[in-house]
């Protein structure tokens, strides 16, 4: 196993999630760094700064990564979705904080609840639609979709059904997005495991 430097400690928690992420699937291949470059078409500098958490890794990296590892994409291209957003936001507004003040949706739940207008824009269908075709009314959707509240797991499933959409993505961001929301996800230390 790799022994890791420190993460800078102005990574947002969405960065820090997918970097530390990233750091467990390149130990677990038992690649080293120019091995990872060679297998991905990323520069062995590219992929220190994406493992040190200085520079967010472009999608196909990601996207590679989790391949060479076994592992299904669709959860790492959630947090690198989300740590993307993240950084938009903070170039274009003041930085956020830590955690959010009540009334306002965490970059987790902002970034399913964008993913989740996407698709009830394919369907075609209006608030009132889509409550005649799930269990959800309309009020619930309209709360889910402006990232209100978070949409139970099986709205979220309904509303890639009704687009004909594969359900990896959009599960993947609320199980992250869920994850945030109760507590389960820390800041934990990166040292060796």
């Known amino acids: 196993m790799s022994r890791w430097r420190e993460l800078p400690a102005e990574l947002d928690p969405a960065a820090y999630r997918l970097v530390v992420r ?3 699937l390149k130990d677990h291949s038992g690649l080293s760094t120019r091995q990872l470059a060679v297998k991905t078409g990323y520069s062995t500098k590219s992929w220190e700064r994406y493992l040190g958490g200085r520079t967010l890794p472009p ?3 990601v996207d590679a990564m989790a391949r060479i ?3 299904d994409p669709a959860r790492l291209l959630a947090l690198r ?3 993307a957003a993240v950084r938009q936001r903070r170039r274009t507004f003041t930085p956020a904080p830590e955690t959010t003040t009540p009334g306002t949706p965490s970059p987790e739940r902002t970034c399913l609840a964008a993913a989740l207008r996407e698709l009830k824009d394919r369907t075609g269908l209006s608030l009132a639609g889509l409550a005649e075709r799930t269990a959800y009314s309309r009020s619930s ?3 889910c979709l402006t990232g209100t509240t978070l949409p139970p797991r099986r709205a979220v499933e309904d509303l890639c059904r009704l687009a004909d959409e594969p359900p990896g993505r959009c599960l993947a961001l609320w199980e992250i997005a869920e994850s945030t929301e109760s507590g389960r996800t820390t800041r ?3 040292g060796p495991s």
């Open 22 to 24: 990233l750091r467990v």
């Open 69 to 71: 590892a076994g592992e």
């Open 81 to 83: 979705e989300i740590a």
């Open 59 to 61: 999608h196909d990296a």
């Open 141 to 143: 959707w309209h709360r």
């Open 188 to 190: 934990a230390k990166t």
